[in-house]
C-alpha cells in the first residue's frame, strides 16, 4: 500500500510539475526523498540507500561530458550558420502540393544533423509551421509530420542524447546501435512516408515564404561552407570516429568558420557557447534561431543524474521487484519486446520526460534479456524501438508535450505521428513472424 501511495504521490509531483511548467528536477528531488523514508519505513539504512543511490547516480557521469558537448555543438551551429543554412535551404526545397510529407522528410534531416527533437522542432519545426499557418489544413496533420521526423534522429543520430544514454547504460557502442536501428527502421519509415504523402495530396498547403529565407540571408552567411560542422559530424559517424572526438572536431570547423564567416567576437563566441545563442538584433527569427549552450545540458544533466540514482535505488533494492517476477514469464521473443513496450509505456506516464521512462525500463527488463541471453546490443536497440519512440505519445511527457506547445498546437498531434507506432507495431509483426 505504501508503494502505490509513493508512486501516486510522485506522478502528481511530476504531473503538476509538467503542466505548470516547473523544473522537473524539483519534483524529482521530493519524490526521491519520499522514496528514502518509505525504504527507510521498510528496514533499509540510510548508509544503504545513499550508497545505491549513488551507485545510480555514477552511470550517468559518462554521459554528461557528451551531453555537455551537444550544448557546445548545437550553440557553435547556431553561429557558424550552419542551423540557419539547413532551414533556409530546407525550406526552399518544399513543394506546396507535397508539403506534409515534406515536413517529415525534412525534419528527419534536421534532427539526423543535431540529433535533438526539442532542437529541430524549434528550428525547422516552428519555420515550418509558420509557413503553413495561414493554410485551412488542420496543424494536428503538419504538427504530427513535424514531431514523428524530429524523433527519427532523437532515436538514431550519433548526436542524440537519448541514444548516447542508452549506449552508455547497455554498455554498447552507439555506432553499432545506429546501424541495427537503421535496420529495423526501414518498413516503418517507408509506410511512415507513404501514408504522409496521401495525406498531402488530400491537404495541398498554400503557403508563402513569409521572408524567412530573406530574413536568414540577412543575418548570416549561407554559403555551402558553413553547412562543414553537420557534415564533419556524419563523415566521422560513418567512419566510426568516437562521437566525444567527431564533436570536438565539428565545434572547431564551426568556431572557425563563426569568427572568419559570420565575423563574430571571441567573446560573444564564448558567452553563446555557455549560455546559449541568441539573435542580439530585432528580427522574426529571434524565437527560432536560438539554443543551445552548456548550461541548457547542464539542466537536462540533472535530471539524468537524478533519474540515474532513482534507478540505482529501485535496482538495489528490488522494490518493483513484482514487475521484474512478471516479466520473467515472457519467454518468446516477440513477447518480451511487447513486454518491454507495455513496460515503456508504463515508464514514460509515470515518470513525465523520456530519460526517467527509458531507465526506468531497462532497469526492469535487463535481467531477463540476460535470462534469455539476449545481448546488450538487441536490448538497446529494443529500448530505441519502444520506449525512445513511445514516450512521445504520451500526452503529458514533457517528450511530446514541449514540441506540441513549441509548434503551437496540442495532443491532437498524436494520431498523426505515424513513425513513432509504426517502429514498435512493426518490429513486433516481424519478431511475430519470424517465431511462426
Known sequence: MDLIFFLFFSFVLLLISVFKGY???????????????????????????????????????????????IGVVIAVWMMAGTVPAIVYYGIQMINPSYFIVSAFLLTIFVSLLIGTSFGTVSTIGIALMIMASGSSVNPHLIAGAIIAGAYFGDRCSPMSSSANLISIITQTKIHKNIRRMLKTTFLPLVVSTIGYLLLSIANPVKFEQQNITSEISRLFNVSPIVLLPAFAILLLAWL???????????????????????????????????????????????????????????????????????????????????????????????????????????????????????????????????????????????????????SPLIPWNIAGLVPATVLMTDSGFIPFAFYLYFVPLFNYIDLKIKEN
Open 240 to 390: 566510426r570516429i568516437e562521437i566525444k572526438i567527431s564533436m570536438l572536431i565539428s565545434i572547431i570547423i564551426g568556431l572557425l568558420i563563426s569568427i572568419y564567416i559570420q565575423g563574430y567576437s571571441l567573446s560573444d563566441i564564448f558567452r553563446y557557447m555557455l549560455l546559449g545563442f541568441q539573435l542580439s538584433e530585432d528580427s522574426t527569427l529571434k524565437n527560432i534561431i536560438l539554443g543551445g549552450g552548456i548550461i541548457s545540458m547542464a539542466k537536462v544533466s540533472l535530471i539524468v543524474i537524478v533519474s540515474t540514482a532513482f534507478a540505482g535505488l529501485f535496482s538495489g533494492t528490488k522494490i518493483l521487484e513484482s514487475v521484474e517476477i512478471y516479466l520473467k514469464k515472457l519467454k518468446s521473443r516477440s513477447n518480451l519486446f511487447l513486454g518491454t513496450n507495455l513496460v515503456g509505456i508504463a515508464s514514460a506516464a509515470f515518470g513525465c520526460t523520456q530519460t526517467i521512462a527509458i531507465l526506468l525500463t531497462e532497469e526492469l527488463v535487463k535481467d531477463n534479456y540476460q535470462e534469455n541471453k539476449i545481448d546488450n546490443y538487441q536490448l538497446a536497440v529494443d529500448l530505441e524501438n519502444s520506449v525512445v519512440v513511445l
Open 23 to 69: 523544473f522537473i528536477v524539483y519534483p524529482l528531488l521530493a519524490s526521491i526523498i519520499a522514496l528514502f523514508f518509505l525504504l527507510i519505513k521498510r528496514g533499509f539504512k540510510p548508509k544503504k540507500l545513499f550508497t545505491l543511490a549513488w551507485n545510480g547516480s555514477k552511470k550517468s557521469f559518462s554521459v554528461i561530458s557528451i551531453l555537455l558537448l
